[in-house]
């Protein structure tokens, strides 16, 4: 039997998982507090399609909404990445890592 934070884990690689919902979470880095009309202003989908994608991410609750008025303001929550983080990667050496990112975007030619 899954425990609660198992559960909360496979919601958070689900919604992650998907182009779309990264693009999201990248726009909402960039400017935090966007309306879905802001949102959807950046992506090629209609606002049906690109509320199941913020749905999602609700529950997975990368994405927390506030209410100004009319409009429903949404946030990126960083701690479930956090969380993904600390499981998954921190416990991998940093300058281990960056040499293997180094030597990726050298070998293909791109920036570090």
Same mark, same amino acid.
């Given at each position: 039997? #899954?425990?609660?934070? !198992?559960? /909360? *884990?496979?919601?958070?690689?689900? /919604?992650?998982?998907?182009?779309?919902?990264?693009?999201?979470?990248?726009?909402?880095?960039?400017?935090?507090? %966007?309306?879905?009309? #802001?949102?959807?202003?950046?992506?090629?989908?209609?606002? !049906?399609? /690109? @509320? %199941?994608?913020?749905?999602? +991410?609700?529950?997975?609750?990368?994405? @927390?909404? !506030?209410?100004?008025?009319?409009?429903?303001?949404? &946030?990126?929550?960083?701690?479930?990445?956090?969380?993904?983080? /600390?499981?998954?990667?921190?416990? &991998? *050496? @940093?300058?281990?890592?960056? +040499?293997?990112?180094?030597?990726?975007?050298?070998? *293909?030619?791109?920036?570090?």
């Amino acid at each position: 039997m #899954q425990t609660q934070k !198992q559960i /909360a *884990e496979d919601l958070v690689f689900k /919604a992650l998982g998907d182009p779309t919902r990264r693009t999201l979470l990248d726009l909402l880095s960039e400017k935090n507090g %966007q309306t879905l009309g #802001q949102l959807c202003e950046n992506l090629n989908m209609k606002r !049906q399609s /690109a @509320t %199941q994608h913020i749905e999602l +991410l609700e529950a997975a609750n990368l994405v @927390t909404t !506030q209410r100004r008025g009319r409009e429903k303001l949404h &946030f990126i929550n960083p701690v479930p990445l956090h969380d993904i983080y /600390a499981r998954w990667v921190r416990k &991998f *050496e @940093t300058p281990r890592l960056n +040499l293997l990112h180094d030597l990726k975007s050298d070998l *293909e030619g791109g920036e570090k």
